[in-house]
């Protein structure tokens, strides 16, 4: 098993930054990717960024290219996700997202991940 637990979400004004953060415990050592996913009301739950665990590499939605930035730190099991100019639209919870299973192609799908964290809310005020 393994627990993620999402903090630094908020309120900010239109292109403010926010830098919530994801911290897995438990059995981090069978994680293979892990990433950010958001849901606004009323919508179905999106791919926003991701990252191998080994490697690095990382993985962003065409809408928030340039704009946000996941990093992680894996002496502490944590990742982060740098969010700049931020735009009302980007209003959502977000959740963090751990997938143990080892695939060429990085997942997208909420499906394919293992575990989820509770989520937190990112409200942007216009």
């Known amino acids: 098993q393994v627990q993620l637990v999402e903090s630094g979400g908020g309120l900010v004004q239109a292109v403010g930054s926010l830098r919530p953060s994801c911290a897995a415990s438990g059995r981090t050592f069978s994680m293979r990717a892990m990433a950010w996913f958001r849901q606004a009301p009323g919508k179905e739950r999106e791919f926003v960024v991701g990252?191998?665990?080994?490697?690095?590499?990382?993985y962003y939605a065409d809408s928030v290219k340039g704009r946000f930035t996941i990093s992680r730190d894996n002496a502490k099991n944590t990742v982060y996700l740098q969010m700049n100019s931020l735009q009302p639209e980007d209003t959502a919870t977000y959740y963090c997202a751990a997938d143990v299973e080892t695939s060429w192609t990085f997942p997208r799908a909420a499906g394919e991940y293992d575990y989820w964290g509770q989520g937190t809310q990112v409200t942007v005020s216009s």
């Open positions: 990252i191998r665990w080994n490697g690095g590499s990382t």
